[in-house]
């Protein structure tokens, strides 16, 4: 079997070295504190704020920049033009099926949760608020059509990603509460390989729940752009599957090894269904609930392990029905020309809105929608 125990066991044990040396320089030249104060930098900042950091991530990000030799940006191209197709309704998978996947792995939950705290209601909405919106703003820049070109801004961001990571590897590895014999390193290389097919995979298979009208052509090209996203986060190669069946199967291993209920996991779904009923517009097919929401699109197994309830009743027992009626009506009046295609991501775009509203940063930036992706919207 290609996804064995035993490279998957080895994978977790290795972190990301070049980003990694970075913050151990950080921390040998500055130290803990100023380096804590450099990671804030990279959180407050959309682009790699090169002016307030030392010269050597400069050196970082110009190593790691080139692309693979083999790589097709034309078609990393066409993949990002299914997000523009699609995004509002991707926006919303990534609150109701990529985030609670993440929260699936027992292990790495534990890391999001020291991270941040992001269940911290004490904080609530202002940290939990910016935790989402930073992964909301991440994926509108990696799929906003050309930013990972050379010289992208997507890519920059993807690098400054990179080096938080390796940031809070150094931190929580270092937090009494992290117990690294048992959940091994923090955001380790099969905990990054999980979470990459969480955006490429994931999402493809949310958008097949809503029956929209997404060719087996750009569900490939929308993953093989997230392959090279996969490479610019410093994926092991060999960790990144060369297609969706291939990832399907990784998937598949991951979860046996990976998913498992816990604290950490069921705090932070609360957290997120929290967070995703004071922000989304009212919608009465949904009865205004996010958990209904949650559980069409995880299915009630993984629910059970996040810990939200099913719930009884006629509009639970309606939902699904609800979702596939709602969504295949959609696709007839597009087969029609009627260019009610917005229609199908009314809920997504509910999200960017609420999220624009919202989203409360260090210094209270909102989110940013590129200019590109707003017009295509109509945001």
């Known amino acids: 079997m290609k996804w064995e125990n035993a490279f998957l066991d080895a994978q977790r044990l290795v972190g990301d070295e070049p980003a990694d040396e970075v913050v151990a320089q950080l921390i040998a030249d500055h130290g803990p504190d100023r380096a804590r104060e450099l990671f804030g930098i990279l959180v407050r900042n959309i682009d790699m704020p090169f002016g307030d950091l030392p010269p050597y991530v400069r050196g970082y990000v110009d190593k790691h920049s080139l692309p693979p030799p083999d790589i097709d940006l034309a078609r990393v191209i066409r993949g990002q033009r299914v997000f523009v197709d699609f995004g509002p309704a991707i926006v919303m998978l990534l609150y109701f099926k990529s985030l609670p996947t993440c929260y699936l792995d027992w292990r790495g939950a534990e890391t999001l949760a020291i991270t941040g705290r992001l269940d911290d209601t004490r904080k609530w909405p202002e940290i939990f608020s910016r935790r989402v919106g930073e992964t909301t703003q991440f994926l509108l820049e990696v799929m906003t059509p050309g930013s990972l070109l050379p010289q992208g801004n997507g890519i920059a961001m993807v690098l400054k990603v990179r080096l938080m990571h390796a940031s809070i590897r150094y931190f929580v590895s270092r937090n009494p509460n ?81 998913v498992g209920a816990s604290e950490a996991g069921k705090s932070l779904t609360k957290a997120l269904l929290d967070f995703s009923r004071e922000m989304m517009l009212p919608t009465d097919l949904l009865d205004n609930s996010p958990e209904f929401l949650l559980r069409y699109f995880m299915g009630d197994a993984h629910s059970e392990v996040l810990g ?72």
């Open 308 to 379: 939200v309830p099913s719930k009884k009743g006629c509009v639970a027992a309606m939902l699904p029905h609800a979702m596939a009626k709602f969504f295949g009506a959609v696709e007839k009046l597009e087969d029609r020309g009627i260019g009610i295609e917005k229609l199908a991501n009314k809920l997504g775009l509910s999200v960017i809105k609420g999220m624009m509203r919202r989203f409360q940063s260090f210094k209270g930036r909102s989110l940013v929608v590129p200019a590109d992706l707003a017009k295509e919207w109509g945001l």
């Open 178 to 258: 992290y117990n690294e014999a048992l959940w091994q390193k923090p955001i380790n290389q099969e905990d990054l390989a999980a979470t990459l097919l969480t955006f490429g995979l994931t999402i493809v298979q949310g958008l097949r729940l809503m029956n929209l009208k997404m060719s087996e052509a750009q569900a490939e090209d929308f993953y093989y752009a997230w392959k090279l996203i996969g490479h610019y986060l410093g994926i092991n190669p060999t960790l990144i599957p060369v297609d969706l069946a291939d990832a399907e199967s990784q998937q598949s291993a991951i979860f046996s090894r990976l």
